[in-house]
T-cell receptor, first 113, second 113 residues
Framework: GQQLNQSPQSMFIQEGEDVSMNCTSS?????WLWYKQDPGEGPVLLIA?????ELTSNGRLTAQFGITRKDSFLNISASIPSDVGIYFC?????????????FGTGTLLAVQP | EAGVAQSPRYKIIEKRQSVAFWCNPI?????LYWYQQILGQGPKLLIQ????????DSQLPKDRFSAERLKGVDSTLKIQPAKLEDSAVYLC???????????FGPGTRLTVL
């Protein structure tokens, strides 16, 4: 099945640093979502984006919906140890009757205290 | 409010055996999803229910996988017979409606030997 390409695959940073990751697709989406998954848990929604060009913040997290509708970016400022986890982007289209999410390949974030 | 419940949390079986997973969605959520998450990848939708009807099962390997949601609440996902490549985390999610935010359960980690 289709998966979105995320980069980088993994990041190892020091506490306090800023983090940027992105997600690209060969097809357009109407909605972009960013999730965080902790070990042994399901993904938890962080930010949802609904319009091309939209920039949305949630605390130290900021995400943008790319103008082309084929990409999205997530930034984390001033990272802390609890930011550790796997971050997934997901795209969604309103075509048809489903709410099918297409997930990215994930970015593993490790934060050194 | 209780989240999505799944059981068992872990299951180890031998290939060609059968296995079943159970999911109890958030109370009042009409839409229920089963995802397969292979190690190192993002979740992939297997099947989506709206109440007790199937909305999308296009990526469900129907020769060995089956799922039901008889009373529009709990759901079971079955694999029979299991193959080595079925080793993955099986995530259940639910949402109020088809275009509302999805909430994920903790998943069932299946290992097929």
């Amino acid at each position: 099945g289709q998966q979105l390409n995320q980069s980088p695959q993994s990041m190892f940073i020091q506490e306090g640093e800023d983090v940027s990751m992105n997600c690209t697709s060969s097809s357009i989406f109407n909605t972009w979502l960013w999730y965080k998954q902790d070990p042994g848990e399901g993904p938890v929604l962080l930010i949802a984006l609904y319009k091309a060009g939209e920039l949305t913040s949630n605390g130290r997290l900021t995400a943008q919906f790319g103008i082309t509708r084929k990409d999205s970016f997530l930034n984390i400022s001033a990272s802390i140890p609890s930011d550790v986890g796997i971050y997934f982007c997901a795209g969604r289209n309103y075509g048809g009757a489903t709410n099918k999410l297409i997930f990215g390949t994930g970015t593993l974030l490790a934060v050194q205290p | 409010e209780a989240g999505v419940a799944q059981s068992p949390r872990y299951k180890i079986i031998e290939k060609r055996q059968s296995v079943a997973f159970w999911c109890n969605p958030i109370s009042g959520h009409a839409t229920l999803y089963w995802y397969q998450q292979i190690l190192g990848q993002g979740p992939k939708l297997l099947i989506q229910f709206q109440n007790n009807g199937v909305v999308d099962d296009s990526q469900l390997p129907k020769d060995r996988f089956s799922a039901e949601r008889l009373k529009g609440v709990d759901s079971t996902l079955k694999i029979q017979p299991a193959k080595l490549e079925d080793s993955a985390v099986y995530l259940c999610a639910s949402s109020l409606g088809q275009f509302n935010e999805q909430f994920f359960g903790p998943g069932t980690r299946l290992t097929v030997l």
